[in-house]
């Protein structure tokens, strides 16, 4: 049996077009999926649209539109970015489908018949950007403590869900599951919120004020909170509820990936809503900083929104995902400026990472018709052999701890130690004297090997690339991971023709790669 591995990502809004910030929540995910794949596990990865709410109601109107047909022409934007971006989830969930809806009616039922939900007017201040409601002592300066938008002073009846209960059970288990929020400042935070007591949270909206959400199962004046709604798709994906359907992925979920600004809904409020339905926790909620421009957070609604097609096309799709992976460490926020991404485009990709296949490959065909050559200890004792031989054992440790930024840099160390190792052998020296032809040999079957243990490793971070490495080289990089032994020997066939192929990296005032994926 393979071991299941069951992520996410947070749903998104559907009221503007996507652009960075949702970009590398979902290229994170995706990194993490396809690692956990290449190791064997049988994963189950969940993104979609969160599609309900005032916001969306709004941005219908602007166009004049039915919520409804406003978002079915959404989502597709959605989904052609996930491709473009290359990004293999195995279910998009939208909270309008009809399964969702039913598991959403189910539990808010269950909760009633477990007593967790009361009814009662609400009186105080209300954030229409967060859907949030604020009491006085909460507001900052009269503002939403969250965004610092104005808000609005209301009093109407709602259907609340006792999350004040559960403080102290959710504080132990917090502190008895070190991994349960990562990374370490983002659990403190939520500790530090939670030594304040905690209000019981209002999951209705009067149908007067908001027709677009879904029905509240016992008051026909009442929608669901959108937060409410859409935080249930992580079981609903799994067809809790809904008696006789069968879904791939199986609750708990191992990992969800959230944004920091949403990480009280999923480290308070879900945890709460799961134990009183007496399910599981899920095992990580892994909070990733932001990107920002000019010192604020990228977003439609500030208008600094960096289109990620606009990028890709000019720089390749896995140009894109290298830098926002590798730039920041996740939890921190990252300052993204085109400029660096044509940095890292060239030292890194072009310069190292390309430039080591085109050295490689043009001494191969100079001095070996372009074939590895025959060689009889193929596991001598060398010390970049041996680098590459033990990659995977420290890049499988670094992303158990969900850091593909460090896994990255201990990649490229090999990829660096690489270009330096032909610098220290000279080939081109050694090539003049017949007497080191064995010499010359090992020299570049070593070098070879660390350019395949290298893309063998990186097929979960930058795909296409990694893909065109080891279809050149003649290996089938899906098996090679699953275990040390599968991957510390050497992987390219003896006597095997290379080709060079097409740069890896063009120089940035070349025309754009062919497969930019756009
Ligand atoms: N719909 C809710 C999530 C519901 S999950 C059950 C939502 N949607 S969102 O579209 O506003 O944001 C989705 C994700 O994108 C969040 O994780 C958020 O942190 C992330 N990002 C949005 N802007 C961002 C940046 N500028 N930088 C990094 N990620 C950011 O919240």
């Known amino acids: ?52 709410g005032t916001k969306i109601e709004k941005a219908a109107k602007a166009e004049a539109k039915d919520p409804r047909a406003y978002v079915d022409a959404m989502v597709p934007q959605f989904k052609e970015l996930w491709t473009i971006l290359g990004i ?24 009633e018949v477990r007593g967790e939900i009361y009814k009662a007017t609400y009186a105080g201040w209300y954030c229409t950007p967060c859907e949030s409601f604020w009491t006085e002592l909460q507001l900052k300066g009269d503002r939403c403590p969250d965004c610092q938008r104005e808000v609005q002073q209301l009093s109407e009846d709602n259907y609340f869900f006792k999350l004040s209960k559960y403080q102290e059970w959710l504080i132990q288990y917090i502190e008895a599951h070190p991994d349960f929020i990562r990374p370490e400042i983002r659990r403190n935070e939520i500790l530090g919120f939670l030594r304040e007591p905690l209000e019981d949270l209002c999951i209705t909206r009067p149908r007067a004020r908001l027709s677009w959400g879904i029905d509240y199962p ?82 439609k609604s500030r208008g600094n929104a960096v289109d990620p097609i606009e990028l890709v096309k000019k720089y390749g799709v896995d140009a894109f995902r290298y830098f926002l992976l590798h730039e920041v460490t996740i939890g921190n926020d990252g300052a993204f400026s085109e400029d660096l991404l044509g940095e890292r485009y060239t030292t890194d990709l072009a310069n190292d990472l390309g430039n080591l296949w085109f050295r490689i490959m043009t001494m191969l065909q100079k001095y070996f018709d372009g074939k590895i050559p025959a060689f009889e200890n193929r596991y001598l004792e060398n010390e970049l052999l041996k680098k590459s031989f033990d990659l ?25 130690r690489a270009n330096q190792y032909v610098e220290e052998k000279k080939p081109w020296v050694l090539a003049k004297d017949p007497v080191q032809k064995g010499v010359l040999a090992e020299t570049l079957f070593v070098l070879t090997e660390a350019m395949a243990h290298a893309a063998v490793l990186l097929q979960a971070f930058i795909p296409g690339t990694s893909a065109k490495v080891l279809d050149r080289l003649g290996i089938q990089g899906a098996g090679l991971l699953g275990s040390s032994a599968g991957f510390a020997k050497p992987l390219v066939p003896e006597g095997r023709v290379i080709e060079r192929g097409e740069a890896l990296f063009p120089r940035l005032d070349e025309p754009a790669p062919k497969d930019a994926g756009v």
């Open 1 to 52: 049996m393979t071991d299941p591995f069951y992520l996410t990502t947070p749903l998104y809004y559907v009221n503007a077009r996507p652009h960075i910030g949702h970009a590398y929540t979902n290229i994170l995910c995706d990194t993490f999926a396809r690692w956990k794949r290449l190791r064997g596990a049988d994963v189950f990865f969940l993104t979609g649209t969160d599609e309900h």
């Open 88 to 111: 293999d989830y195995d279910y998009f969930i939208r909270t309008t489908d009809e399964s969702h809806k039913k598991t959403v009616a189910f539990i808010l039922r269950d909760l």
């Open 218 to 299: 016992n008051s026909k004046d009442h929608v669901v909170y959108v937060w409410f709604d859409a935080l249930i798709n992580y079981v609903s994906a799994t067809g809790y509820g809904r008696e006789g359907e069968k879904s791939k992925a199986a609750w708990p979920a191992d990992l969800h990936v959230v944004g920091k600004d949403i990480l009280r809904q999923h480290a308070v409020y879900w945890p709460i809503m799961l134990k009183a339905c007496g399910l599981e926790m899920p095992r990580t909620v892994l909070a990733h900083g932001w990107w920002t421009m000019s010192g604020t957070k990228v977003s």
């Open 392 to 416: 995977l054992a420290r890049v499988s440790v670094t992303m158990e701890g969900y850091d593909p930024r460090t896994a990255l840099s201990q990649i490229f160390e090999v990829i660096t």
